[in-house]
């Protein structure tokens, strides 16, 4: 079957809210414009405690749009565990209970070592909404007839804009925090940190290789052509990391995700020690093992049947389930008897 012939078989979501692609603002506001004692809080979208993140939902005072801030609490920094940090005389304690040799108390240090790394987002689509509430998650077993047929035709028609990917690549934008910048239009990359990373803390080491080579949207699009490229951010990538953040290769977790969260390839490097989002099985597939697969098999990623999680607020989510290939949970209501 034709992949056109496919599209006329997809069944289109009943009265499905369709989700713009986000426009680029051109009048952004910039980080000095915006200051959370103006922001208004209307909702709490997620709140994640084994990862002390929370995303709250708002507006800002007198300035129109809907707004996301994500607060997170920073990992510790080892040097900050001295006399000068969280030991110092001005840290105070308040104490809850004490009880023979245990005693349990609240620390309160300096404010300077106890900052909340905060993200804005402004101004917000439905999407990021969406991308950022707690919701139901299931797993979508992908064959390449399905990514044809229902999953292309929507990553075409509902992608985030990748204008912020190319102003990085373009030199428009965030060049004060390139840590690595190859520029050739066919195997470069430029390494940056990620915006979950604060730059500064090994623990939590996290930066995205984001290539120069345009078109390649995902894992789906790789063949024996992109081996070169593959290998080069491999290799350079985990050079620069252990010049720049002494990190060895052999501490370095890297990989794509597979769906990835923006449809310009790009490939993430951890610290190993750090469990990052998005690490797990159903989500990231190891770079070496990417590269090992297309040179056992050029094709092989367009042949292969993979997996991947949806929410139930991804619009993809509604195509598959509407073709017959996901249910959404119900919810568990118990009846009381009157």
């Known amino acids: 079957m034709s992949d056109a012939n496919s599209e006329n078989d997809v069944l289109e979501p009943p009265c499905s809210k369709k989700i713009k692609i986000d426009e680029q603002n051109e009048n952004g506001v910039s980080d000095s414009q915006l200051q959370l004692k103006d ?25 129109s749009g ?9 990992a510790f920094k080892e040097e900050e565990l001295d006399g000068k940090g969280y030991f110092a005389v001005d840290t105070k304690l308040r104490t809850f209970f004490q009880n023979d040799i245990y005693g349990n108390f609240e620390c309160f240090p ?12 402004y101004p917000a ?64 990359f430029v390494l940056v940190p990620d915006l979950k990373w604060d730059g500064l803390t090994k623990e939590t080491l996290y930066l995205l290789a984001i290539v120069r080579q ?46 990835p969260s923006f449809y310009h390839l790009h490939i993430h490097f951890t610290y190993l020690r750090h469990e990052a989002p998005g690490i797990y099985a159903e989500k990231s597939h190891l770079l070496d093992t990417v590269i090992d697969n297309i040179e056992m ?5 367009q042949r292969a049947t993979l997996p991947f999680t949806i929410r139930e607020m991804d619009s993809l989510f509604n195509v598959y389930e509407t073709n017959g290939h996901v249910e959404r949970i119900k919810p568990n209501i118990e009846l009381i008897d009157k």
């Open 214 to 259: 345009r078109g390649i949207k995902s894992l789906r699009d790789l063949n024996e052509s992109h081996l070169p490229l593959l290998k080069r951010v491999r290799d350079e990538g985990k050079k620069t990391i252990f010049s720049k953040y002494n990190v060895p290769g052999s501490q370095l977790r890297v990989y794509l995700h597979y769906q």
């Open 110 to 121: 300096r404010p300077e070592i106890n900052g909340v790394k905060t993200t804005i987002i």
């Open 125 to 188: 689509t439905e999407k990021h909404i969406a991308k950022f509430s707690q919701q139901e998650v299931h797993i979508i077993l992908e064959t390449p007839e399905l990514y044809n047929k229902l999953t292309l035709p929507n990553i075409e028609k509902e992608q985030f804009n990748l204008q912020w990917v190319y102003n990085i690549l373009e030199g428009k934008s965030e060049q004060d925090r390139i840590v690595h910048d190859n520029k050739c239009e066919k195997e470069g």
């Open 297 to 301: 098999m050029g094709s092989y990623y």
């Open 66 to 74: 809907v707004a996301l801030v994500l607060l997170e609490k920073n």
């Open 39 to 63: 922001f208004i809080p209307v909702k709490t979208l997620n709140n994640n405690t084994n990862r002390k993140t929370v995303c709250v939902q708002g507006t800002f005072k007198d300035k």
